[in-house]
T-cell receptor, first 111, second 112 residues
Framework: DAGVTQSPTHLIKTRGQQVTLRCSPISGHKSVSWYQQVLGQGPQFIFQYYEKEERGRGNFPDRFSARQFPNYSSELNVNALLLGDSALYLC??????????FGDGTRLSIL | AQSVTQPDIHITVSEGASLELRCNYSYGATPYLFWYVQSPGQGLQLLLKYFSGDTLVQGIKGFEAEFKRSQSSFNLRKPSVHWSDAAEYFCAVGAGDYKLSFGAGTTVTVRA
């Protein structure tokens, strides 16, 4: 079975631009979570979606938004990019109350 | 609020020697605890998890962890490390699959 897939793998943007990151969960998993991992730190929770509804949000500004589609894939959008948004963005999927399984992430660099 | 502390930023161990990584957590209820490993440029791989029951948990790649409620700890161990165990290790706490909080990670270097 395919694991969690994320696209693109790498992305370079400039300050003020907008970006969309994509995630396809493991087949059968209905929950998708997004994390931001800044270099040298552990992942920080951004969002979780379950059955297309937002289940939780971390301490991130409104520039960050997400959605989940009927096939359970998800997009993370970040507007008005700042230098500090440079990070590895990780997507994880899970079955209800199960363990989270992570993709390899999207490396976002802001110039 | 939930949080995780990994006191050791970097550990160097000889191949074949034992390894122990420390994890202390803060959580208001019965915690769900996890250890993940991350190789450079890759995502996180689940090593093991504790939800309930036996406090000594066995995981993949020969790792085990022990949950000690009185010490709020969930330390990871491996009896004999291999060069391929060089990576970054993260401890995490949460309510099942919801809103995991991660520690800052411990980088493990394995010397020949």
């Amino acid at each position: 079975d395919a694991g969690v897939t994320q696209s693109p793998t790498h992305l370079i943007k400039t300050r003020g631009q907008q970006v969309t990151l994509r995630c396809s969960p493991i087949s059968g998993h209905k929950s998708v979570s997004w994390y931001q991992q800044v270099l040298g730190q552990g992942p920080q929770f951004i969002f979780q979606y379950y059955e297309k509804e937002e289940r939780g949000r971390g301490n991130f500004p409104d520039r960050f938004s997400a959605r989940q589609f009927p096939n359970y894939s998800s997009e993370l959008n970040v507007n008005a990019l700042l230098l500090g948004d440079s990070a590895l963005y990780l997507c994880a999927s899970s079955q209800d109350q199960g363990s989270q399984h992570f993709g390899d992430g999207t490396r976002l660099s802001i110039l | 609020a939930q949080s995780v502390t990994q006191p050791d930023i970097h550990i160097t161990v000889s191949e074949g020697a034992s390894l122990e990584l420390r994890c202390n957590y803060s959580y208001g209820a019965t915690p769900y605890l996890f250890w993940y490993v991350q190789s450079p440029g890759q995502g996180l791989q689940l090593l093991l998890k504790y939800f309930s029951g036996d406090t000594l948990v066995q995981g993949i790649k020969g790792f085990e962890a022990e949950f000690k409620r009185s010490q709020s700890s969930f330390n990871l161990r491996k009896p004999s490390v291999h060069w391929s165990d060089a990576a970054e290790y993260f401890c995490a706490v949460g309510a099942g699959d919801y809103k995991l909080s991660f520690g800052a990670g411990t980088t493990v270097t394995v010397r020949a």
